[in-house]
């Protein structure tokens, strides 16, 4: 598939330089980066937005996450090799990628999960990711960007 645009990040520069601002502040959340990583990771297979993989892959092994993890994010709640804090972000990355999939698409009990592994300031930060990622993948799926391309 040919790309139909450029990216709406580049056309409008204004849009990156908000996009940097969120993404910075997400990193100084708390939360450990492999952890946003397996979020965003998570996020973009649910969404079917390969650039996002693609650039989620290489992200997370460059923060030190191992193969052997990255190819079982898509089964994680099937997979030994998350901790209990991993599944709380992963939990709730689903449901707050999948809102149509039920009327309280992040139940009580998802929430609770999460913030017992989290403070407030650390659930900012994956709330964030969780949206940012959203918004990449929209972006990319509807432009087709390529598994590949770069924001930068």
Request: hydrophobic share 45%; charged share 25%.
């Amino acid at each position: 598939m040919a790309v139909r645009m450029k990216n709406p990040a580049k056309v409008l520069p204004d849009a990156m330089t908000g996009i940097q601002h969120l993404y910075q502040a997400m990193h100084k959340g708390g939360v450990p980066a492999t952890t946003l990583e397996l979020v965003h990771l998570r996020a973009s297979q649910i969404n079917g937005c390969s650039a996002c993989v693609d650039s989620g892959v290489k992200s997370a092994r460059k923060n030190g996450e191992a193969d052997e993890r990255l190819f079982q994010v898509v089964a994680w709640r099937e997979s030994g090799l998350f901790t209990d804090a991993e599944r709380a972000a992963l939990a709730m990355t689903e449901a707050a990628t999948r809102l149509a999939d039920r009327p309280d698409a992040v139940t009580d009990e998802i929430w609770d999960e999460a913030a017992d592994h989290f403070d407030e300031q650390q659930l900012a930060a994956i709330i964030l990711m969780i949206s940012l990622t959203n918004l990449f993948n929209r972006i990319n799926t509807t432009i087709r960007e390529p598994a590949g391309a770069t924001w930068g």
